[in-house]
């Protein structure tokens, strides 16, 4: 993790750099969240890595330090009826660039963790595992996870039959036999639902009309 692939945008010549990234692709169920960063050039926030290689605690401390030293950050979602309307991908990236457009300063390059960048409003640069080697990205993956996981918590409350605190609506197997005895809720993603349960849940009396 350094300041390699930004430096290489600041020696352009480009001043205002963001890093984007999304949490919440793989679940069963909630919207996809997505956060950009613009940290001070060359900061060094100690234990800055890929949100998925850190721990929760971790992530909680890390997320209000980079909060608290980044130049401008937002945070956005895209809703699961839009991850349905137009795939996941594509609301990843709508999300990304919501968050970027949320951006009080606005920057003039942005690098995308991932291999693809698409309707992007301004220059986006793909970075393939960029959580891992760019600050910028890096600190975004922790915000978008965080505030995603957050989001589950509370969802908790409202659906209690899922454990959307602990599993963050992600397919483990308590929550997928969750899904079978309780029908699907509100929250879930239709199209993961049939491509992971398949006739398992078309033939619960829950999918009928959902």
């Given amino acids: 993790m350094d300041w390699s692939i930004e430096n290489s945008y600041f020696d352009q010549g480009i001043e205002l750099i963001c890093g984007a990234d999304e949490a919440g692709r793989g679940p ?3 919207p996809v969240f997505a956060a950009a960063v613009i940290l001070p050039k060359g900061i060094v926030i100690e234990g800055l890595n890929d949100s998925k ?3 929760a605690k971790r992530r909680d401390e890390l997320y209000d330090e980079i909060k608290k030293v980044a130049i401008d950050w937002a945070v956005a979602h895209a809703e699961v009826y839009e991850i349905e309307a137009i795939n996941i991908l594509n609301a990843s990236m709508l999300a990304m660039n919501r968050a970027i457009s949320m951006l009080k300063k606005k920057p003039e390059l942005a690098l995308i963790d991932g291999n693809i960048v698409r309707g992007f409003d301004i220059p986006a640069v793909p ?3 960029g959580d891992g080697k760019s600050p910028s990205i890096a600190a975004a993956s922790i ?3 965080v505030e995603r996981d957050r989001w589950c918590v509370e969802m908790d409350k409202f659906y209690p039959g899922y454990n959307f605190s602990k599993n963050k609506g992600y397919g483990t197997k308590q929550h ?3 899904i079978l ?3 699907p809720s509100p929250l879930h993603r239709k199209s993961f639902l049939k491509k992971t349960l398949g006739d398992a849940i ?3 009396d829950f999918w ?3």
């Fill in 28 to 30: 069963l169920a909630g």
């Fill in 53 to 55: 290689k850190l721990t």
């Fill in 127 to 129: 970075v393939v595992k």
């Fill in 143 to 145: 915000l978008a996870k």
């Fill in 176 to 178: 997928k036999e969750a």
């Fill in 181 to 183: 005895k309780n029908g």
């Fill in 202 to 204: 078309e033939e619960t």
């Fill in 208 to 210: 009928t009309g959902w």
